[in-house]
């Protein structure tokens, strides 16, 4: 089931909540984050510090402009938590006419994390 998009889900949802299972300081994108950005969707990430970071290096583009990541250097577990839930609530509490549009401003966002993902070749800085 891990390689199954939920479509469904998508289409009834404005954005996803990932929890990654890395924690630690080591960063490695799995199954819940690739789904997001090939279903060109909006997250936020329950994760330890500098996943965001990692994605970016990587080649993909997050959601800066639109949420406050600033939780993703955060290194203490309980405050990045708390960050983390504050940006959750923000999105929970858009009315449907903002998301839409916020959903329009990060489009380009949106397909290029969708196209890198299909060309994107791991750069490990674990080697």
Not at 7 to 28: C, D, H, K, L, M
Not at 35 to 61: E, Y
Not at 77 to 92: A, C, F, Q, T, Y
Not at 113 to 118: C, S
Request: hydrophobic share 35%.
């Amino acid at each position: 089931m891990s390689f199954i998009i939920p479509a469904r889900v998508y289409q009834n949802s404005w954005y996803s909540i990932v929890s990654e299972t890395n924690v630690g300081r080591f960063n490695f994108m799995t199954e819940k984050t690739a789904k997001c950005l090939f279903g060109k969707r909006i997250f936020v990430c329950f994760n330890s510090p500098g996943h965001l970071k990692f994605l970016r290096d990587q080649g993909f583009k997050t959601f800066d402009k639109w949420i406050d990541e600033s939780y993703d250097s955060e290194e203490n577990g309980d405050k990045r938590m708390d960050m983390i839930i504050k940006e959750v609530k923000k999105l929970n509490d858009m009315d449907t006419n903002q998301l839409d549009i916020m959903l329009e401003e990060m489009k380009e966002v949106l397909v290029h994390n969708q196209k890198h993902l299909m060309t994107f070749n791991y750069k490990s800085n674990l080697i």
